[in-house]
């Protein structure tokens, strides 16, 4: 099989925001709680987080993490978490019939994000609180001194604000499962309100209104369109939120479903840019897609957990093992956000450690990276600069849910800070190699810096603590004849290509 990639120098979509590369961090079964976070571990720092999974973190390269929730957030005073750790309630969270201790709050999440060079995003309750936390909790964390709050956050230790940018209004406010679950209306006259306080507080920060929880839902699309009525004037971000599972063992339909992701983005574009010209705004609303991922391997066991097991602390809930054909769907819809980069500026893959996660921990023992670890660490450390807009001559297939799915789904970035074109491909077809010629037209190709693939594994190998063997391959071999590469895309896999330009 054959395809073919035309990119030209001239024509981009848009600059990649570093923070469609963003994760996840919830106080959820044991993404925080032996996570990033154990003391007495051998690798526990004096805080008591985990200083090899920090190291993970790193390797991984994103730069942006969304905290501290996620469905737990509805439920959670902000308050709980600051002060001596000696004083701080123990609480159940209802979300997760979990238990919550407290002893990671904003102070130690803050300081660890640093280190791990991360920025937060922030998630203020809308569910049973409103529209006077929401403005506390920016003046703790981003006011310099001199009122009760900021002086708070100076006498619990922080001297200097923790300069939080990014906020989420709530967190899936339509959903029934959501504690203070809200209509449209008034989802969205609570959101205004607490964005005005927000921003009248620090008006440098951004704010991420609600969107629909999934596209399934029955109010989509009225729902965002209700919550911008209200909001379109004080938030800058609406959110999006998807998982994908492949329950019937479908493969050519399972690779085929960042095509939905697609859909989904360009159908939320259109609502937002409805009710900008409804209401004669100059202003643009751009997309935060803050959670999204592969999550179906685990719901059996925690459903047991939940109902059978309640009010643990850090219970191993949402531990989805993933498998090859996972990271192969992960590095398609990675491509996809990169497609839509011009309205989609922040993303957050859900989550980062032990829960639906790229990377897993054993309680006193090793982390590990999970295999769909690869592809978001190639596109978060190398996906970097212009997307070039892609003219990709591929032939297709359809499936139960789509027409037209290309066997080769790419994208090439233009990072001028390493003089490099970088190309991300998936070759979804099982039965043959794909010779894929990429036309860099307008660039002035020097060679190959590096062709890494991830092939030639079983669909549903998996990594563990003991066994990484689901590893890109660093060695592959690409050509350059004038300003085109040619490469041969082995069945089933995904690709990173680095090419050097002057």
């Not at 925690?302 to 993933?322: F, M, Q, S, T």
Request: proline residues 4%.
């Amino acid at each position: 099989m054959k395809a073919k990639m035309t990119v030209n120098k001239a024509f981009t979509i848009d600059k990649v925001d570093p923070r469609v590369y963003g994760s996840f961090v919830e106080h959820l079964g044991r993404c925080v709680y032996e996570g990033i976070y154990e003391p007495g571990h051998k690798t526990a720092n004096s805080l008591g987080f985990r200083e090899d999974v920090k190291a993970l973190v790193k390797e991984l390269g994103t730069p942006f993490i969304r905290y501290p929730g996620g469905n737990f957030v509805s439920g959670y005073n902000w308050e709980d978490g600051i002060g001596p750790k000696e004083n701080r309630p123990q609480r159940l969270d209802l979300a997760w019939r979990t238990m919550e201790t407290n002893e990671v709050g904003i102070h130690e999440f803050a300081d660890w994000a640093k280190e791990a060079n991360a920025e937060i995003n922030m998630a203020v309750n809308l569910g049973t609180r409103g529209v006077e936390e929401a403005r506390n909790i920016v003046e703790y964390c981003n006011h310099k001194s001199g009122t009760y709050w900021s002086d708070l956050r100076r006498q619990n230790g922080a001297k200097d604000p923790f300069a939080i940018k990014t906020w989420c209004l709530g967190n899936e406010m339509d959903g029934p499962w959501q504690m203070g679950a809200k209509t449209a209306d008034e989802y969205g006259r609570i959101a205004a309100e607490a964005a005005k306080v927000m921003k009248w507080t620090d008006e440098s920060i951004e704010l991420v209104a609600c969107g629909s929880s999934n596209s399934e839902m029955p109010t989509f699309a009225s729902w965002e369109a209700k919550v911008l009525e209200h909001t379109y004037d004080h938030v800058d971000y609406l959110s999006l939120h998807v998982y994908y599972g492949n329950r019937t063992n479908d493969l050519k339909g399972y690779l085929a479903k960042s095509l939905n992701m697609d859909n989904f983005i360009k159908s939320v574009v259109s609502i937002c840019d409805y009710i900008k010209a409804k209401k004669r705004s100059k202003k643009r609303i751009n997309l935060s897609f803050d959670e999204w991922n592969v999550w179906y391997h685990s719901n059996a066991q925690d459903a047991k957990i939940r109902e059978e097991e309640p009010w643990k602390w850090a219970p191993p809930i949402l531990e989805d093992i993933y498998n090859f054909e996972d990271a192969l769907l992960v590095g398609c819809c990675l491509i996809t956000l990169l497609k839509n980069c011009d309205r989609v500026k922040i993303a957050c893959l859900a989550q980062l450690v032990n829960v639906i996660a790229p990377i897993m921990t054993e309680k006193g023992g090793d982390a590990w990276r999970q295999t769909t670890f690869y592809p978001f660490a190639h596109l978060a450390n190398s996906g970097l600069g212009t997307v070039l807009t892609p003219i990709v001559d591929v032939p297709t297939y359809s499936c139960e849910e789509f027409e037209g799915v290309p066997y080769v789904e790419s994208v090439a970035v233009h990072n001028e800070d390493t003089n490099e074109v970088v190309i991300f491909a998936v070759n979804r077809n099982a039965d043959e190699a794909v010779e894929f010629d990429i036309d860099l037209q307008g660039f002035d190709v020097t060679g190959i810096n590096l062709f890494s693939e991830l092939s030639g594994h079983d669909l549903k190998a998996v990594n563990t603590k003991s066994s990484g063997s689901v590893k890109p391959n660093d060695n592959a071999i690409a050509k350059v004849s004038g300003n085109t590469v040619n490469a041969e895309l082995a069945p089933l896999s995904w690709n990173m290509i680095k090419v050097s330009v002057k």
